[in-house]
């Protein structure tokens, strides 16, 4: 049984940052494409990072130079370094991995305010 589990959320001011982790376990995740998309109150749930298994990233242009993904094989953690937040980026923001099918996270809230 795949299981996501995400960490790492909060509330943070405008300018702020914060480090999101995911564990995954029950999938063999080191040949796993893994990543983070975000959900916001009214909106579609949009992709904002990806890491293949190869280590190829695909950011989307709102977070390019603010965010960085990450993972660690050996611990099976997917991470999403978010700096320079903006009020904007406020969502609920769910990790995924994908080998054959995808597999999400329950989501944590990521709320950017003064």
């Known amino acids: 049984q795949v299981q996501l589990v995400e960490s790492g959320g909060g509330l943070v001011q405008p300018g702020g940052s914060l480090r999101l982790s995911c564990a995954a376990s029950g999938i063999m995740f080191s040949i796993s494409s893994a990543g983070w998309y975000r959900q916001a109150p009214g909106n579609q749930r949009e992709l904002v990072a990806a890491?293949?298994?190869?280590?190829?990233?695909n950011y989307a242009d709102f977070v390019k130079g603010r965010f960085t993904i990450s993972r660690d094989n050996a611990k099976n953690m997917v991470y999403l370094q978010m700096n320079s937040l903006e009020p904007e980026d406020t969502a609920v923001y769910y990790c995924?991995?994908?080998?054959?099918?995808?597999?999400w996270g329950q989501g944590t809230q990521v709320t950017v305010s003064s």
């Open positions: 890491l293949t298994s190869g280590g190829t990233t």
């Open positions: 995924y991995v994908a080998r054959l099918r995808t597999y």
